[in-house]
């Protein structure tokens, strides 16, 4: 006898026996039940979720009676997809017009023995524009006896105006702990024995798809072997090894940079690439993540007991921050790894990377100016400068910052005034650029937060007025301004008398230093007044 695929041999024969798919089952089967059949259905979803096996179903369930002739042989022929009245189509083979105009034609036809004539067609979104809208009206108003069943895994590719046609079912993917149910049940028909955790890998590596799971067991049994372990599993598939990967990620959970290579090094020597590798290391990471984020017992993850437990005491040994990062270092080396010259290099410079975390600085560590609080700085530039010596000793930039530091940390009193700070500062001032900052400058005018100041020495730099605004806003705790004579405004009417003493827009401060200019009368911008003029 010919060698029948486990997806075909296991294929569910009654609406009950839809794994994954309960409700849309449920709901079909109810219409039927109900006479509330439509003329067309759109069922959607990836591969291998049941959309041909239940288009099939209720096919059977609208076309075979009780009363009907040769109801078995008829039932037989819809599940095998060769019934004279419940055709299938490809739609990637049959895709042009004159296949639409062929298949309109058919649908005039009575049927042969059932109620109904049913079109399925799977992949239908690979029919073209033109075929579309040569059956939007047969699809709008076909004939009593006709039934569209359209199966497609793009959507997004079939004209809304087909859409709105048809009764739309999404189909989910199938949950990994319905595949493994499914698997175990067919083993046992099978009379092969495997590991709950080598179930658990197949039903991982069919990915929603029941279809793609049972292929996966058909590579396994093919080897004739009725007794199949988890490392079976991994030698027969190719599958990295779990217990290398382990290792890694118990090296780079200790920091050790050396172990997390050689157990790399030996996950690659025994035939994994670097992909595979990488994609597993990226599982177990995210495995570890959903654990202390969400908590040992998690439903999230679906595991054996004893999987949970193994993957609950490595992850431990993790900060969700940590495995965050390892994850994105992972991605990070796969991406460069495919469009880089060397693979294997950018694979242990993440290896090494991951293990030293620890020691590597953290960008997010940095507290931003924003973050902090503080002003707004310039980047400066570093310069080589002379050692200091005893005739010209320069203030170390340790003792700097640690007395900024300090100054910030104690703030000033609160009933201290603006006059007050200004004459400490000049007090305590020390070092020749401490000195160069207020030497001949003057204050003349103290406001609220702002301090104008005038220079005895020639024009002042934007350079100069902010190392004052810098230092008199540490001082005092708060954001001070303080502007030049020549930039500022200079005193104008009062509030009453519709003027202002103050101007803060750096366009017009900008546009002041240029022309050389200097404010005279400020007034508010009066919206009525404009229309009046107008």
Known sequence: ???????????????????????????????????????????????????????????????????????????????????????????????????????????????????????????????????????????????????????????????????????????????????????????????????????????????????????????????????????????????????????????????????????????????TSIDQALAALTESLRRMLLLRTCGSDTEVLDLTDEARESLSVQAEQFEPASLVHGIAVCEAAARQGRLGASARAVFDAALVRLALAAQLIDPASVPSPIASGGTKKKRSVERSEPKPNSKTAKPKPAAKAKSKAKARETPPPASETLEQIWARLVASASGQAAKATFDGIEPIRFDVDLIIVRSSTGPMSRLVLERLTERLSDAAGRGIRVESDEFAEQPSRSPQQGGTTHIDDPRVDLAMELFDASVVDVKKHNPREEQQDV
């Open 1 to 271: 006898m010919t060698y029948t695929v486990l997806a075909r041999r296991y294929r569910s024969q009654d609406f009950g026996e839809v794994i994954g798919q309960a409700a849309i089952a449920d709901t079909l089967r109810r219409a039927v039940e109900g006479d509330r059949t439509a003329h067309a259905y759109l069922f959607t979803g990836t591969r291998g979720v049941g959309k041909t096996t239940l288009a099939r179903l209720f096919a059977r369930a609208m076309n075979v009676a009780d009363d009907l002739k040769d109801a078995a042989a008829i039932a037989e022929a819809i599940m095998r997809g060769d019934d004279l009245d419940v055709i299938e189509i490809d739609g990637a083979s049959n895709r042009g017009v004159q296949e639409a105009r062929d298949l309109i034609a058919g649908a005039g036809l009575s049927p042969a023995r059932c109620k109904y004539r049913i079109y399925i067609i799977d992949e239908v979104h690979m029919l073209t524009t033109e075929s579309f809208n040569t059956l939007l009206k047969t699809m709008e108003e076909p004939p009593e006896h006709v039934k569209f069943i359209l199966c497609t895994t793009e959507p997004q590719k079939v004209l809304p105006t087909i859409q709105s046609r048809c009764q739309r079912f999404d189909f989910k993917p199938i949950p990994r702990r319905l595949i493994a149910g499914h698997l175990r049940s067919v083993l046992a028909q099978e009379g092969v024995e495997m590991d709950d955790a080598a179930i658990g890998r197949v039903a991982e590596l069919g990915n929603g798809s029941m279809r793609d799971a049972l292929s996966v067991m058909d590579r396994v049994l093919a080897g004739g072997d009725t007794s199949i372990s988890a490392e079976k599993l991994e030698e027969m598939l190719g599958l990295p090894e779990t217990g290398l990967i382990d290792a890694v990620i118990s090296a780079i959970a200790s920091g050790d940079s050396k172990a997390a290579l050689e157990a790399a090094d030996a996950l690659l020597a025994g035939g």
